[in-house]
């Protein structure tokens, strides 16, 4: 990819990388891809300039020296800062990338990588970003309403804090009620990944889903179809 491919949707990134040179290749990188970026080395600085600034997308190491980058996006989701957020890390295990996605990312790249998915990847989920909120108006199933513009989800009349992706995942399945949604289908337009998944990540997701919503109603709405896949079921 050269510099002609810019990202015309992404404008200011955060990059919190404590490798000198790994951050300085990319921020040169996404410099020549029309960005504009601000680093830090340090978990607290970034926090700072998170919760100070507006940012399209952060860019996060996990193995930071003040403070581990789980913890750090946690702080942030915690705090209200809703910027997607990408992790880097050298752990490329199924269970480190789910705990990751539970604390609030939205992707994980695993290192090495090529620049080229970095940028691939920064793209995606800023895009999933801005048709969330370009997704104006609400929609209620039953005693379930979600509130796109605002960013908010309801069970009969209780605000259920959600993650980007578990928000993404239940703003899907409303949009397409009492229908069997496939692991395939699920995985394409809720993470935009090219391939399925491994079963165990869409599962937990719903889990942490369902457990969310049947705190506040005994009614199943997240029902599992064995051998196709999940359906949300309109309260009749």
Known sequence: MNSNSTMNSVKRILLIEDDNSLRTAIEA???????????????????????????DCIVLDLALPDKNGLELCKNLRDKGVQTPVLILSAHSNTETKITGLNMGADDYLSKPFDNRELVA???????????????????????????????????????????????????????????????????????????????????????????????????????????????LQSKS
């Open 29 to 55: 990188y996404l410099f020549k891809n029309g960005c504009e970026v601000d680093s830090t080395d340090q978990a607290y600085k970034g926090e700072a300039y998170a919760i100070k600034n507006d940012y």
């Open 121 to 231: 990847r920064i793209q995606a989920i800023v895009r999933r970003d801005h048709t969330n909120q370009n997704s104006t108006g609400k929609l209620s199933i039953g005693e379930l309403e979600i509130d796109f513009y605002n960013r908010e989800f309801f069970v009969n009349g209780n605000q259920i804090n959600l993650t980007n992706n578990e928000f993404r995942l239940i703003g899907y399945m409303m949009k397409n009620p009492d229908r069997v949604l496939e692991q395939e289908e699920l995985s394409s337009n809720v993470w935009e990944l090219p391939v399925k998944p491994q079963t165990n990540f869409i599962n937990v997701y719903i889990s942490y889903l369902r457990n969310k919503i049947q705190e506040h109603t005994r009614f199943e709405y997240i029902q599992t179809i064995r051998g196709k896949g999940f359906r």
